[in-house]
């Protein structure tokens, strides 16, 4: 982009999340990303090794503000019956000022962990789940 209109820079306020087709009104970020793995190929009469693509892997994390124990109670009881559960995702993100929507949905996801309890006197309770999933789509970029 040659340029832009200060405005247009989307601000983290309007982001929304849905976990499962459930509404997550107390969620405070959300972060997805894809890392891309490299093997190294050793090249004749090269000093460089060039880098053939081998693996790709997504991860991420939601921070919430702790309201319910709806994602640690899910979560909870699929390993407790030995079972990991696949959740989906999908986050919004679609500041007024800006132009226009993005959605991203991911597929497959597997929380590493349940937050059965966690707080501190005289502070408001967060909870922080890291995440992998299998696949991912963008449903609307900008």
């Avoid at 702790?66 to 019956?81: P, Q, R, T």
């Avoid at 132009?99 to 597997?110: D, P």
Wanted: glycine share 8%; aromatic share 10%; with cysteine.
């Amino acid at each position: 982009m040659e340029g832009f209109v200060s405005d247009q820079v989307i601000n983290g306020t309007w982001g929304e999340l849905w976990v499962d087709d459930t509404y997550m009104a107390e969620v405070t970020s959300f972060k997805l990303e894809i890392n891309a793995k490299y093997t190294p190929i050793s090249r004749a009469r090269s000093l460089m090794n060039g880098q053939k693509l081998t693996e790709v892997e997504a991860k991420g994390e939601v921070k919430l503000h702790k309201i319910s124990s709806f994602l640690a109670k899910k979560v909870s009881d699929g390993l407790k019956n030995g079972k990991v559960p696949n959740f989906k995702i999908i986050s919004k993100l679609a500041d007024p000022a800006g132009l226009g929507t993005e959605r991203v949905v991911a597929y497959g996801c597997k929380f590493d962990k349940a937050i059965l309890a966690n707080w501190e006197h005289g502070k408001n309770a967060e909870e922080s789940y890291s995440f992998t999933c299998e696949d991912w789509d963008y449903i609307d970029a900008i």
